[in-house]
């Protein structure tokens, strides 16, 4: 049941330190207006268009390849043709890894093609072996050293859908830790059960990286119902698996972070920024993934732009997100002096499904405001909900030297059906999902834009080995 406004409002301010900063307060005309807002983006076919316009003109998009320099040239055209007063792009440099080709077949009594598709950070190389399957991470960590020599490791971890997706944690975790433990192990090759919740032969890819010193093997990803099958022909007896992957690393490339920005009215020194990733992998058009959060958020900017906000509003289209926060990372180093300036952040990378909860790192700092938000959000079917959400990707880095971060959190039990395969296309995302996101993104940014006073911003020295 939603929470009225006074609840909410109530609970906030429970939570509040004894010692409470300045009040910040958002005045009567700015949240009516955010209440008009609201109405307006529910029918605005912006973020759409926008959407439409990425997956098809450029389509997908992996980071370091011809299409990335496309999409870099879609976004500044893009931003530029919604109005945006400033764009402009800063640079990104990281390792460049290609997919050429991939294969999988059993060998033997049984043989048969499996769908498989190359982790990104594998080397080339063709293996033959018996697999020997682990029913999780932990398995596979228990086996004893050297007890894979010769041998394909097959971890097969059926991920969960949970509308946090928060069992990502186990299958993404998989993906990035288990090359390098069936290393350790001995073996020749990594094979592991989708991260995915589908049932489907669309396998899903995403990053993985070994450990420094140890030599990478051929690393890969089965579709959900070829990891079952595989799974029944290892329970029949020995299975040998031939798997075969052109692929790897190919020197540096150079990208762009693109930002635009509708200058601030009364504080233009002062920046909400929001925005998305704009790479994706190769298999997909990359609509989910996130082709919406940079719909969502460019089409915020675009229908703030007439309202004149107090504040610069900043979105970013981040560089190569999905092989390591590279773009992330390359906008803290150049902007973590920035960090009071900074108000607030908001990032939109975990699709376009219904959002349903809201969080802020100044939940203690600031309730009254964030009440006065929330009851603008309310209506879209929104809850406030306390110490459940994060910053998302792209962001992180900056929170991590002090910026403020606000939390929409989107209902991710699909989300994982899609991400990372060739099924993220734009025909999965709901019109009328997107455009409730685009009016969540507008509500708050314009909110946080209005207020007269801060979240909570402020510079904070880096972690040990960031």
Avoid at 118 to 142: I, K, M, N, Y
Wanted: aromatic share 6%.
């Amino acid at each position: 049941m939603r929470a009225t406004a006074l609840a909410v409002a109530l609970a906030l301010l429970v939570a509040a330190p004894l010692q409470a900063a300045q009040p910040t307060r958002i005045d009567q005309p700015s949240l009516d207006r955010a209440a008009a807002l609201r109405t307006q983006a529910l029918a605005d076919p912006t973020a759409w268009q926008v959407l439409e316009s990425l997956t098809t003109e450029v389509g997908p998009r992996m980071a370091g390849s011809e299409a990335d320099a496309r999409a870099v040239e879609w976004a500044r055209a893009k931003f530029k043709a919604l109005g945006y007063d400033r764009v402009w792009t800063e640079p990104v440099t990281f390792p460049k890894w290609e997919r050429r080709s991939e294969a999988a077949r059993v060998l033997g009594a049984h043989a048969q093609p499996l769908r498989v598709t190359a982790l990104g950070g594998s080397p080339a190389g063709t293996v033959e072996g018996e697999v020997v399957r682990f029913a999780d991470l932990a398995a596979l960590q228990a086996a004893p050293d050297g007890s894979l020599a010769g041998k394909i490791a097959f971890v097969d971890y059926p991920m969960q859908a949970r509308a946090d997706g928060s069992d990502y944690r186990n299958g993404g975790g998989i993906r990035w830790a288990g090359p390098s433990l069936a290393v350790h192990k001995g073996a020749i090759g990594f094979l592991m059960r989708s991260a995915g919740t589908d049932t489907s032969r669309a396998a899903h890819t995403g990053g993985t990286r070994f450990e420094e010193g140890l030599k990478p093997i051929p690393a890969a990803a089965l579709s959900t119902i070829d990891a079952a099958q595989l799974a029944r022909l290892a329970a029949l007896g020995p299975t040998r698996v031939q798997l075969a992957l052109d692929c790897g690393w190919d020197g540096q490339y150079t990208s762009q972070n693109v930002i635009g920005e509708i200058t601030g009215s009364k504080r233009p020194q002062e920046i909400v920024l929001i925005g998305g990733h704009l790479d994706s992998w190769d298999l997909g058009t990359g609509a989910i993934d996130d082709g919406a959060g940079i719909a969502i958020t460019m089409a915020t900017g675009a229908l703030l732009k007439p309202l004149k906000p107090a504040r610069s509003i900043r979105v970013v289209a981040f560089a190569n997100e999905e092989q390591g926060l590279w773009g992330g990372r390359a906008y803290m180093q150049k902007h973590a002096g920035d960090v009071g300036k900074h108000i607030i952040a908001v990032e939109s990378d975990f699709g376009a499904d219904h959002i349903y909860g809201f969080d802020s790192s100044a939940r203690d700092l600031q309730p009254a405001a964030l009440a006065q938000i929330q009851q603008v959000l309310a209506p879209l079917g929104i809850s406030w909900m306390p110490g459940k959400g994060e910053p998302e990707s792209d962001i992180g880095p900056l929170t991590e030297r002090g910026m403020a971060w606000a939390w929409l959190g989107h209902d991710g039990t699909r989300y994982f059906d899609l991400h990372h395969n060739a099924e993220d296309t734009l025909d999965k995302i709901n019109p009328q999902s997107l455009a409730q996101n685009t009016a969540a993104y507008a509500v708050f940014t314009w909110l946080a834009a209005q207020a007269d006073g801060d979240f909570g911003s402020a510079p904070k020295p880096p972690s040990a080995g960031k």
